[in-house]
């Protein structure tokens, strides 16, 4: 494992460099078919999925001359990627990719890593004319044991359906959160939900509405407080919409993802990841988090 980490890292480090060499070279009609014939979530897929085999096609997914990165803890670039990647532990790293979503020329993920110790993460990638050109993500520690209603963060309903239905969907994803977790109004909670019909996928929390009521209700007994304060990102596909927020959790400032599945117009099922961001004088790149 860590002989074809090492590799997959010495080919991110050549790969700008060869790739700028051969951009002006006719290319070889086949290879660009095979290329071509790949989806973008394919592609995102595979990278991810090389963080554990050592794959090094992956890496030319992404464009070598651009790659603007948005984990706080890595350097832009494909030399950052590399250098994360040289760092892992031999044997260490597992990647599956539970779900997989497609908006425009965004694709996003949900995945069950084992990446520096067992998490739970969301990856949006963003490209252009089919390479990888900028990236974010969210990354919790796994917990040990299932929720309330012995759910893990990661199991549940995968198919989408309703394409149909995705810009619907998005605004009644993105107005849910607006009303109710950036302002407040719990008047209209019920408004967004089937009764007592919710999945539910976060650690502490149990299902239905009464499960959210009990959390929130014990967590005010404690003086913990949670604040969505800025939407900055809403994508989605079909029956999953997913949002990106910033506020705080307990007084830290914090990154929130939530995916919310959606069905005949009220949300039923919902997971989330929620990640400190880390005090910019600790940044390695200058991106920022959003």
């Keep these: 494992m860590k002989k074809s980490i090492t590799a997959v890292a010495a080919l991110i480090a050549l790969s700008a460099c060869s790739q700028s060499e051969s951009k002006n070279k006719p290319l070889n009609s086949e290879k660009m078919e095979i290329k071509t014939e790949l989806s973008n979530k394919h592609k995102a897929i595979s990278l991810l999925k090389s963080i554990e085999t050592g794959a090094q096609e992956p890496v030319g997914y ?4 651009k790659y603007i990165q948005h984990n ?3 350097a ?8 994360l990647l040289s760092q892992l532990p031999a044997n ?4 599956n990719t539970v779900r997989s979503f497609q908006d425009g020329d965004f694709v996003f993920t949900q995945t069950d890593y084992n990446f520096f110790g067992p998490k739970i993460g969301f990856d949006i990638f963003r490209f252009e004319d089919g390479s990888i050109v900028e990236h974010w993500d969210n990354l919790q520690e796994k917990p040990v044991t299932t929720n309330p209603s012995d ?20 605004r009644t994803v993105k107005n849910f959160v607006k009303d109710i977790l950036v302002n407040g109004n719990m008047e209209k909670l019920q408004g967004y939900f089937d009764g007592d019909n919710y999945t539910q996928h976060n650690p502490q ?4 509405l ?15 407080t949670m ?8 994508l989605g596909e079909g029956n999953f919409v997913l949002i990106v927020s910033e506020g705080y959790f307990a007084d830290v400032h914090t990154s929130f993802y939530d995916l919310f599945r959606v069905k005949n117009g009220k949300i039923v099922e919902h997971w989330d990841v929620l990640e400190t961001i880390t005090p910019k004088a600790n940044w390695k790149n200058k991106n920022g988090k959003f």
Excluded at 205 to 208: L, N
Excluded at 228 to 234: D, G, I
């Design 227 to 234: 604040k969505y304060n800025k939407v900055h990102r809403v």
């Design 210 to 224: 009464s499960g959210l009521g009990s959390a929130l209700k014990y967590m005010a007994s404690k003086g913990i």
């Design 72 to 74: 706080l803890g890595v």
């Design 62 to 65: 992404i464009n070598p001359e």
């Design 92 to 95: 260490s790293a597992t990647v």
């Design 76 to 83: 832009d670039g494909l030399a950052g990627f590399g250098a």
């Design 205 to 208: 929390i149990a299902d239905g």
């Design 151 to 170: 759910h893990t963060m990661i199991d549940g309903f995968t198919a989408v359906i309703d394409l149909e239905k995705t810009e619907e969907n998005k």
